[in-house]
């Protein structure tokens, strides 16, 4: 079965430190892994995306890694800002055989960036 | 502007009725989605249509209905078959099926009274 899981569930820091998130899957044949922000009561914005041979992508302060043997990707925010106070949503995508992909979701990382 | 309009963002229903939640989009997207999300649970899939006129159930199809007449819109209608419909109900677009880069509406909270 497809899994996607998120570490730390939820997470408290302090405006302008720096955090990183976990996300574990067992999503197979793997397509690419993307990261998502979803601020609360809005839809998800996408941050990046990582494919098999990539294992390492930035947009602006955040940064994303790959580790396509372990199944492992994090992301990194640097310099939190308030702004950054969202839920990150790990999502990874499977080939379907016969074309198409199937979107296998985490349950997100609840951030708060505090004074 | 481009984007996926939703609406409305909040709605309510009574036990027993139906009720028809909007989704238009202007990205000239062929795949049109519908996601349901509960705290404490990543999104999951209600239905999907990759083309005018198609659509296929997702992970949890039970108690929901969709149409796909104009490539701008995908409503999903909530039927009274739904045990438990009070949600956040996420729409989203991407290019075509086989692109995995989608986009989404601002959601409509559903809450049955």
């Known amino acids: 079965k497809n899994q996607v899981e998120q570490s730390p569930q939820s997470l408290i820091i302090l405006e302008g430190k720096n955090c990183t998130l976990q996300c574990n899957y067992t999503v197979s044949p793997f397509s690419n892994l993307r990261w998502y922000k979803q601020d609360t009561g809005r839809g998800p914005v996408s941050l990046t995306i990582?494919?098999?041979?990539?294992n390492t992508k930035s947009n602006g302060r955040y940064t994303a890694t790959l580790d396509a043997d372990t199944k492992q990707s994090s992301l990194h925010i640097t310099a939190s800002q308030l702004s950054d106070s969202a839920s990150y949503i790990c999502v990874v995508s499977a080939i379907l055989t016969g074309g198409g992909n199937k979107l296998t979701f985490g349950t997100g990382t609840q951030l708060k960036v505090e004074l | 502007d481009g984007g996926i309009t939703q609406s409305p963002k909040y709605l309510f229903r009574k036990e027993g009725q139906n009720v028809t939640l909007s989704c238009e989009q202007n990205l000239n997207h062929d795949a049109m989605y519908w996601y349901r999300q509960d705290p404490g649970q990543g999104l999951r899939l209600i239905y999907y249509s990759q083309i005018v006129n198609d659509f296929q159930k997702g992970d949890i199809a039970e108690g929901y209905s969709v149409s796909r007449e104009k490539k701008e819109s995908f409503p999903l209608t909530v039927t009274s078959a739904q045990k438990n419909p009070t949600a956040f109900y996420l729409c989203a677009s991407s290019i075509s099926h086989t692109n995995t880069e989608a986009f989404f509406g601002q959601g409509t909270r559903l809450t049955v009274v």
């Open positions: 990582m494919t098999f041979s990539e």
